[in-house]
């Protein structure tokens, strides 16, 4: 199959190819989207063809506001309705309880589903073309890093999909938060841009936290609420290691500027000390730091055998999750053996940051 590339001009040409039972990978404010006709088992079925994932684990339908959410699912509760209203369009994915509207084909099997509305005009406009919701997991092969530009999409599925829109970079660069409201308690399934603080907030009442988030792994037999959780995601080819030292972990935001520096500059060594024995061994070896802490490791060598990536500048945490998964495809197309990355601030937008970081680095975290 030969993979159409547009830029947003082909938003037509890819509302016909939905419409018509096809795939088309579209921009959002997260992550890049391989598109389908939510309402078609079929489209459902290519869909995990084309990334190569097992059927039992759910997509998320992408709708253009609460009216195309309606139909869909059997109630909208209060606090969803309030949620909608709030963080619609944005990065908040919800779970409700689905009608017989919804095949079982698109919700991997599950009584419910997962709907959100994306912060992106395009995105917007090729549901509103479409004129039926859109399935829509990360537009990856199952087990990379989401795409957060058209070429990784190409690069993963060309040839596999109808068309890719080519909308430039994303701005989040992390997938949307899932915030489970199917039972009694609100509960995170998987974090992102919209925090969990900023949800218990706004409703008034403690959002509870997925248990799979904090452990990162999810056993043989626990039925994880999010199935997507018990497969392993975000991986680089790389064996990688988060680095830290015990104060920035105990202490985190509150630790002072001196302290600050005293942790960086003692993680800083011992990764290039790690890199220096792993290099002298023959192997390929990426860095991850921040703008701040860049000064402290040699410049990248003329072989590539090192290379030092900047995630951005911990007083932008937005240009940090813009980075993390370009980067990751970036070590994985240099061919690295390992990647140490120092690790960040789990606060705030943080904490979403630091779950791809650590399931990345398959929970390998060094203590210093
Ligand atoms: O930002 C995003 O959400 C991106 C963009 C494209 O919108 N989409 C995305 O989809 O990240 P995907 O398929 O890569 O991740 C969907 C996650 C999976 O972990 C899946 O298990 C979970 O959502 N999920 C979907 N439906 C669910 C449901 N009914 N109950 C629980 N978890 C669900
Ligand atoms: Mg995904």
């Known amino acids: 199959m030969e993979t159409i590339i547009r ?27 391989l598109g389908g006709n939510a309402l078609s088992p079929e489209a459902a079925r290519k869909i995990y063809a084309a990334k190569g994932r097992p059927s ?11 009216k195309d959410a309606e139909p869909l699912v059997t109630e909208i509760t209060e ?29 991997g099997g599950l009584d419910t589903v997962a709907l959100r509305c994306p912060e992106n005009a395009c995105a917007l406009r090729l549901i509103s073309e479409s004129g039926v919701p859109i399935a829509a997991p990360s537009a990856n092969l199952s087990g990379k890093p989401s795409p957060t530009e058209a070429g990784h999409v190409a690069k993963d599925l060309g040839g596999r999909i109808d068309m ?7 701005g989040i660069g992390v997938e949307s938060s899932i915030l489970d409201l199917s ?22 009442q403690k959002v509870g936290i997925d248990p799979a988030i904090l452990s990162g792994t999810v056993s043989e037999t626990m039925h994880p609420r999010a199935p997507g959780m018990k497969y392993r995601h975000y991986a680089p080819e790389a064996e990688m290691y988060l680095v830290t030292t ?5 202490r985190g935001e509150a630790i002072g500027r001196e302290e600050r520096e ?18 002298s061994e023959g192997k390929r070896v990426g860095i991850l730091c921040v703008k701040e802490t860049r000064p402290f490791y040699p410049p990248d060598s003329p072989d590539g055998t090192l290379s030092v990536k900047v995630l951005g500048s911990r007083e932008e945490m937005l240009t940090m999750t813009r980075s993390l998964f370009r980067l990751l495809r970036e070590f994985d197309e240099e061919k690295k053996d390992r990647i140490y990355a120092e690790s960040c601030s789990d606060r705030g937008v943080g904490f979403a940051l630091m779950n791809r970081m650590r399931k990345a680095a398959g929970m390998r975290e060094i203590i210093l």
């Open 262 to 279: 005293l942790s960086d500059r003692r993680t800083a060594r011992w990764i290039r000390e790690r890199a220096e024995r792993e290099l």
């Open 164 to 170: 890719i829109l080519d909308g430039g970079p994303v």
């Open 7 to 33: 830029g947003i001009e082909g938003i037509e040409e890819a509302a016909e190819i939905i419409r018509r039972g096809g795939l088309v990978a579209f921009p959002t404010e997260t992550v890049y989207g």
């Open 183 to 204: 039972t009694g308690t609100p509960i995170l399934l998987r974090p992102g841009a919209v925090t969990a603080e900023e949800l218990s907030a706004f409703l008034g």
């Open 79 to 107: 606090d969803a309705r309030r949620l909608m209203a709030r963080f619609w369009p944005g990065p908040l994915t919800l779970i409700l309880r689905k009608t017989e509207r919804i095949p079982r084909e698109t919700s």
């Open 246 to 250: 015990r104060l920035f972990r105990d």
């Open 56 to 66: 039992d684990n759910p997509l998320i339908v992408h709708v253009s506001g609460i």
